[in-house]
């Protein structure tokens, strides 16, 4: 599925969208993962300098069942733009690759980089930093989140590849 599209296709389509169901996401974003081009429905977390629900994101089941079958999911993580903490780490990036994520998108940093890279999935946030986050179990999940300043909803769906991200109401070609 994730071979089917590209984002610059994607833009041509909707170039002229008015209504702000079709958005672009700035190129802030650097790839981490060993998957460069992914997709899928988007569950949203908004944390702050706290992993925690990060975690339990990573450790649940990635997919989402479809009439069509399960659809790999993309965890989108607004955590308000933090360069002083690491939501996402090696661990983390294991755990989202075994348990069926197409992605994770953040808005804050990771670490781990080289063992991130080594991980099937999609990876992208604005930096490294080698510092973890504090756990207090803070945060909310499955609210409409901004990520650099673009609103990304629950249930969205999300387009990555080589030339950025987008994010559409639901797939393409629907």
Known sequence: MTSAFATCDLCDVHKNDGSGAFRVLPPVFHDYGAVRKFCG????LKCFEDNSL???AVD?????????????????VDG?????RALLGGNLGKAAARNGWAGVVIDGCVRDVGELALEPVGIRALAAMPLPTEKRQQGERNVPVQLRGVWVRPGDWLYADADGMVVMPGPAGA
Request: proline letters at 14%; hydrophobic letters at 40%.
């Open 80 to 84: 308000g733009g933090s360069l002083r």
């Open 41 to 44: 429905p988007v569950v949203t």
């Open 54 to 56: 990060v975690k339990a």
């Open 60 to 76: 649940s089941p990635g997919t989402v069942d479809t009439p069509a079958g399960p659809v790999a999911q993309v965890l989108v």
